[in-house]
T-cell receptor, first 113, second 113 residues
Framework: AQSVTQLDSQVPVFEEAPVELRCNYSSSVSVYLFWYVQYPNQGLQLLLKYLSGSTLVKGINGFEAEFNKSQTSFHLRKPSVHISDTAEYFCAVRASGTYKYIFGTGTRLKVLA | NAGVTQTPKFQVLKTGQSMTLQCAQD?????MYWYRQDPGMGLRLIYY???????DKGEVPNGYNVSRLNKREFSLRLESAAPSQTSVYFCASCGLQEQETQYFGPGTRLLVL
């Protein structure tokens, strides 16, 4: 079975500072990895995904993530955050050959002026 | 395209009442999903349908039933609502052409008294 761990439930950061949101997963088979963002009172939308190939993945709004197979991690980064990045961020995993997506518990990013 | 639509947006039930949450997508996606979102617990998969005519249990199926009415529609039924089912419910869909990306509806906020 797959699982996803987001250790940081809340991350405060000042505007224009860099941020890293951590995600670790466990799986006995190869996986697809995702980061979704949820703005208040909305559904989730995709930030970026890793399916195969290059381990550095670039997404929307200046976010990027790196797949590290040996560390079983898929951390999300942004070099300079904006107030508008304040939202909840979810990491998700889907094992290849299955249809089930497993989500982490989320990280609330609070960008401070 | 409307994407993924959910009805109703809000609902208040008394313990023991039943109701059906409706979900429809107009993107010709094969797979559809129901999740619940609770504070501190992220999104948990209730049921999913990999294709029309099939349904499977997710992480938290107890107390729920689903129907994949056709390729577009996937409903979630609470036969006898309990306060523990107070949550925000999200429907999502995914198609081969989307390369594993899930598209989410806006959610249904359910309160069970």
């Amino acid at each position: 079975a797959q699982s996803v761990t987001q250790l940081d439930s809340q991350v405060p950061v000042f505007e224009e500072a860099p941020v890293e949101l951590r995600c670790n997963y466990s799986s006995s088979v190869s996986v697809y990895l995702f980061w979704y963002v949820q703005y208040p009172n909305q559904g989730l939308q995709l930030l970026l995904k890793y399916l195969s190939g290059s381990t550095l993945v670039k997404g929307i709004n200046g976010f990027e993530a790196e797949f590290n197979k040996s560390q079983t991690s898929f951390h999300l980064r942004k070099p300079s955050v904006h107030i508008s990045d304040t939202a909840e961020y979810f990491c998700a995993v889907r094992a290849s050959g299955t249809y089930k997506y497993i989500f982490g518990t989320g990280t609330r990013l609070k960008v401070l002026a | 395209n409307a994407g993924v639509t959910q009805t109703p947006k809000f609902q208040v039930l008394k313990t023991g009442q039943s109701m059906t949450l409706q979900c429809a997508q107009d993107m010709n996606h094969n797979s559809m999903y129901w999740y619940r979102q609770d504070p501190g617990m992220g999104l948990r998969l209730i049921y999913y349908s990999a294709s029309e005519g099939t349904t499977d249990k997710g992480e938290v199926p107890n107390g729920y039933n689903v129907s994949r009415l056709n390729k577009r529609e996937f409903s979630l039924r609470l036969e006898s609502a309990a306060p523990s089912q107070t949550s925000v419910y999200f429907c999502a869909s995914c198609g081969l052409q989307e390369q594993e990306t899930q598209y989410f509806g806006p959610g249904t906020r359910l309160l069970v008294l």
